[in-house]
């Protein structure tokens, strides 16, 4: 059974930074490309960022590009967050992506509990 489990978030200022950790333990077969997803009350999750399973290649959402950085070890997947804006308050969360396919569209069904992000001043 496949668990995400998010970490990191708060509450930062308008142009501070968080930094983001996602574990995903039980997925079978190889390395998995990752990606960072978002909500917020009302609307659609929508995507933010995914990253290949070697780490090599990575995409970002438009509204987060240039500030936002996915990275991966061995052991998590990362989402460095700067220049943080009150539109990035939202619940983030990780999900395995098909990176070469569509890496917007998470491929796992089900979602770990997400971490709050909250931007305000």
């Known amino acids: 059974q496949v668990h995400l489990m998010e970490s990191g978030g708060g509450l930062a200022q308008p142009g501070g930074s968080l930094r983001l950790s996602c574990i995903a333990s039980g997925l079978s077969g190889s390395d998995h490309a990752m990606g960072w997803f978002r909500r917020t009350p009302g609307k659609e999750r929508e995507f933010v960022a995914a990253?290949?399973?070697?780490?090599?290649s990575t995409v970002y959402a438009d509204s987060v590009k240039g500030r936002f950085t996915i990275s991966r070890d061995i052991a998590k997947v990362y989402l460095q967050m700067d220049s943080l804006i009150p539109e990035d308050t939202a619940v983030y969360y990780c999900?395995?992506?098909?990176?070469?396919?569509?890496?917007?569209?998470?491929?796992?069904?089900?979602w770990g509990q997400g971490t709050q992000v909250t931007v305000s001043s």
């Open positions: 990253i290949s399973w070697h780490g090599g």
């Open positions: 999900n395995s992506v098909d990176y070469y396919n569509n890496p917007e569209r998470a491929t796992i069904g089900s």
